[in-house]
Nanobody
Framework: QVQLVESGGGLVQAGGSLRLSCAAS????????MGWIRQARGLERDFVAG????????YYAGSVKGRFTISRDNAKNTVYRQMNSLKPGDTALYYC?????????????????????WGQGTQVTVSS
């Protein structure tokens, strides 16, 4: 059984930074991509960033490109997301999720239905 555990959320002022982590366990993830998806209160889940597990290919939503960086440490089965220049609009519950093993395009990464395993989420709140 797959387990995804996020950490690193919290309260930060606009313009500040946070680093989120997602540790995966339970099986080998060599062929799986990892995505970060966020959900603000009352809204649908939105794709933020994704990374191919073995290839290092990354994708970003336009709203975070240039501010967020996704990376991974395969030896630790962990994916990170560095978030800089945070804005109040970034306030949301952030989930990491494991894909089906077949994502290779932005369109696939962007769709929440491409992910089969989800973490419990970590809250990020950005104050103005």
């Amino acid at each position: 059984q797959v387990q995804l555990v996020e950490s690193g959320g919290g309260l930060v002022q606009a313009g500040g930074s946070l680093r989120l982590s997602c540790a995966a366990s339970g099986r080998t993830f060599r062929n799986n991509a990892m995505g970060w998806i966020r959900q603000a209160r009352g809204l649908e889940r939105d794709f933020v960033a994704g990374i191919a597990w073995s290839g290092g290919t990354t994708y970003y939503a336009g709203s975070v490109k240039g501010r967020f960086t996704i990376s991974r440490d395969n030896a630790k089965n962990t994916v990170y997301r560095q978030m800089n220049s945070l804005k109040p609009g970034d306030t949301a519950l952030y989930y990491c999720a494991l894909d089906t093993g077949y994502c290779s395009t932005y369109g696939c990464y962007e769709s929440p239905s491409s992910y089969t395993d989800w973490g419990q989420g970590t809250q990020v709140t950005v104050s103005s």
